[in-house]
């Protein structure tokens, strides 16, 4: 549910997710999830070393496996929202 009680829309609960700041020492940083998953994901093996980097800055593989994750993540969360106790 968003600020006003309406069920966000999949698209806007993984960007929300995305944007979960990383913490250090307490404090909220400059990186957030989806920041960590393409960092993950740029330093695999897997990832093409020839794939040009988009405007973000990460390959693209690297983002189409990110938003692989973070779509994921909403299936699974909206999985469990659904299951019976």
């Known amino acids: 549910m968003d600020k006003e009680g309406e069920a966000m829309s ?10 979960i700041p990383v913490m ?5 940083t400059d990186d957030n999830v989806a920041i960590a ?4 994901f740029e330093g695999l093996p897997d990832c093409p070393k020839d794939d040009t980097n988009d405007e973000t800055g990460w ?3 690297a983002m189409d496996k990110t938003n692989d994750a973070l779509d ?4 699974v969360l ?3 929202q659904g299951a019976k106790p």
Not at 72 to 75: F, L, Q, T
């Open 10 to 19: 999949n698209y806007d609960l993984r960007n929300k997710i995305g944007s």
């Open 24 to 28: 250090r020492d307490g404090y909220a």
């Open 37 to 40: 998953l393409a960092s993950y």
């Open 59 to 61: 390959s693209q593989w």
């Open 72 to 75: 994921r993540i909403v299936d």
């Open 78 to 80: 909206t999985e469990f």
